[in-house]
């Protein structure tokens, strides 16, 4: 089983900054794509930064471009994502997420985090 941990979330004032990780473990034969999306209450769960773990471009949602940042660490199946000039609207859960094919699965499979909350308030 493939499991998705994060960390680093907590409550910010506005204008701070945080830094999220999330660790993929377990059977994984291949790791595609890491990111980072999150929902707000009463909001769709939305992107907020995506990056393959090969070639191809970072995915940045527009309202977080410029102040967001997104790495990874292949062998390590990680990926962070550094957070500044946060403001009220970046409070959500954010949830991890990875594209994994497993040894023993033929299709690729998309996994989730439980979430951190990431709260932005004076």
């Known amino acids: 089983q493939v499991q998705l941990v994060e960390s680093g979330g907590g409550l910010v004032q506005p204008g701070g900054s945080l830094r999220l990780s999330c660790a993929a473990s377990?059977?994984?034969?291949?790791?595609?794509?890491m990111g980072w999306y999150r929902q707000a209450p009463g909001k769709q769960r939305e992107q907020v930064a995506t990056?393959?773990?090969?070639?191809?471009?970072?995915n940045y949602d527009d309202s977080v471009k410029g102040r967001f940042t997104i790495s990874r660490d292949n062998a390590k199946n990680t990926v962070n994502l550094q957070m500044n000039r946060l403001k009220p609207e970046d409070t959500a859960v954010y949830y991890c997420?990875?594209?994994?094919?497993?040894?023993?699965?033929?299709?690729?499979?998309?996994?989730w985090g439980q979430g951190t909350q990431v709260t932005v308030s004076s």
């Open positions: 997420y990875a594209v994994i094919r497993r040894p023993d699965s033929t299709p690729l499979l998309q996994y």
């Open positions: 377990g059977t994984i034969g291949r790791t595609y794509v």
């Open positions: 990056m393959p773990f090969s070639g191809g471009d970072t």
